[in-house]
């Protein structure tokens, strides 16, 4: 009972071994808990984090701004507000969608065969490590043009900024370690950003050097800001929606039938997916004025940190909530990946995810490709299933076994 036990903390290691056990006593019973340890609010509750992503008036994103803006070099979508955030967004967002959507389809099948080619003949792969993790930043790279020869340097780069976002706390020397990543990154983006400022291509980089906002085109500051901002946020919760995709497809072999009987039925698993385990767990905001919320009062000035797989299993928002059932019908598959999603694992709001529609579109094409691939798949016998992450979380490792495919892929 976490909350009648007062010396329960979101900070502590049963929570983080687990979090789903402690999410109902939390809604019940402490749907606003304070954290003395970084005098924090959590909410849980569906409709509360609803209203804390959607009042834009009583919640800032200042937060972020603390988090993002030593390794982010510059300022990023989510702390930016106003006409400067509609614009910038946009720009984004072009590179996401039409036929550079499609390019990008075409890039994500040709890097997942390439990946997956090996494992085939074997009969085995680790979707999260094998798979799904390189799969991520390669996608991320093509996506912004980046040379695939140094995805290793990027990669470990990457790691080290996402790590300064998504701890709660850090030792100094892992500090200092996703700051001298945030340098290196940034060292290694500002020539290829005055390049593309030179011969522009198809890529994000070639479109942000050509933007402009208020008549003026951004600064190599803003560009790089920019970039790490879609690489991080790209790459972290992609291949952890994959993996969790087949771990939950794998547990409910009825489901997984379906989904191989009728493919049309993966956007549903995958919204079904992000609202079961959303990959982002917290979304931090700061409270602009006192507001109260089921008799407690955040005072101004305070950080709130939303529950949002707590709020996603909110028994007021979703029938059986703790049940993975990709034939709900309070789901909504369609509007699951779009600003009337009633899941919140894309956030809400102005801020909500703007590659909503290219995750869809990048784990679609993945899964379509794998499913016939992995006849009679499982998980690998004798391997012990485990979630790490409290501010993004995903399973470490998900090792699958398969009937081998001798030839590997057939030709596409
Ligand atoms: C399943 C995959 C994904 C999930 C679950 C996810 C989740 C989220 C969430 C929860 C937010 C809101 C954060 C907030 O309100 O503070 C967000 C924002 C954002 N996401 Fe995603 N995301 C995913 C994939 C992507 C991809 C592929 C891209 C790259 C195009 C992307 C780019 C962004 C950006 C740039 C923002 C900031 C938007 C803003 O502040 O206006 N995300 N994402």
Known sequence: MPTADTRFSVL?????????RYFAGLRERAPVLHEPAIDSYFLSRHRDVRRVLTDH???STAPLQVRAEPVMRGPVLAQMTGAEH????????????????QDQVRAVRANAAELLAPFLPLGRVDLVNDLGRPLAVRVTLDVLGLDRRDRELVAGWHAGV?????????????????????????????PVIQERRRRPGDDLISQLCGAEYDGVALTDREVTALVLNVLVAATEPADKTLALLFKHLIDHPEQLAA????????????????????PVQLIPR????????????VPAGATVFCLIGAANRDPEAFAAPDTFDLHRPDLGAAR??????????????????????????????????????????????GTRYRESGLYTRGPV??????????????PS
């Open 259 to 278: 989904v191989r009987r009728e493919p049309a039925l993966l956007a549903a698993a995958i919204a079904e997916t992000l609202r079961y385990t959303p």
């Open 57 to 59: 008036a009583a919640f």
């Open 162 to 190: 996402a790590e300064f976002i998504t701890s709660i706390t850090l030792t100094p020397e892992r500090r200092r370690h996703c700051l001298d990543s945030a340098e290196q990154l940034e060292a290694y983006l500002r």
């Open 286 to 297: 700061r409270a602009e004025q006192d507001v109260a919320f089921a008799g407690t009062t």
């Open 336 to 381: 699951s990946f779009t600003a009337a999603a009633q899941h919140l694992a894309f956030g809400a709001g102005l801020h909500q995810c703007v590659g909503a529609a290219f995750a869809k579109a990048e784990i679609e094409t993945v899964a379509a490709m794998l499913l016939p691939l992995l006849d009679q798949v499982r998980h690998s016998p």
């Open 12 to 20: 502590s290691e049963d929570f983080a071994a687990d979090p789903y």
């Open 397 to 410: 490792a998900l090792p699958l076994e398969f009937t081998p495919v001798p030839g590997g892929l057939p």
């Open 86 to 101: 509609t614009a910038k967004r946009k720009i984004v967002v072009r590179s996401f969608s039409g036929r550079a959507l």
